[in-house]
């Protein structure tokens, strides 16, 4: 079993800046890739990021892309999302997700494990 810890998430100007973390515990984690996904009011969960295990192998939407980076640490299970550039469009919770192998996707169906969110808000 895997347990997954969002935080960082709050309250920021558009243009502003934020680091959401993701801590992890539970076994095998270090050859989990992970994930970022957020959902909107009355959206579906969508995919923002995503790292493989070892961190070589990087995904963003196209939407994110360019303003939001990916990493992890995996002697300390943690992953992160740098969040720079950020515009109102971008106010959701925020989920970190992780895969029980490697390779990096931005299946939604393909992650076996989530987080309780984070919320981010970015005001005009």
């Known amino acids: 079993q895997v347990q997954l810890v969002e935080s960082g998430g709050g309250l920021v100007q558009a243009g502003g800046s934020l680091r959401l973390s993701c801590a992890a515990s539970?076994?095998?984690?270090?050859?989990?890739?992970m994930g970022w996904f957020r959902q909107a009011p009355g959206k579906e969960r969508e995919f923002v990021a995503s790292?493989?295990?070892?961190?070589?192998?990087?995904f963003y939407a196209d939407s994110v892309k360019g303003r939001f980076t990916v990493s992890r640490d995996n002697a300390k299970n943690l992953m992160y999302l740098q969040m720079n550039s950020l515009k109102t469009e971008d106010t959701a919770v925020y989920y970190c997700a992780s895969k029980a192998s490697p390779a990096a996707t931005t299946n939604r169906e393909r992650y076996n494990y989530w987080g309780q969110g984070t919320q981010v808000t970015v005001s005009s």
């Open positions: 790292i493989s295990w070892s961190g070589s192998s990087t």
């Open positions: 539970g076994r095998t984690l270090s050859v989990n890739a």
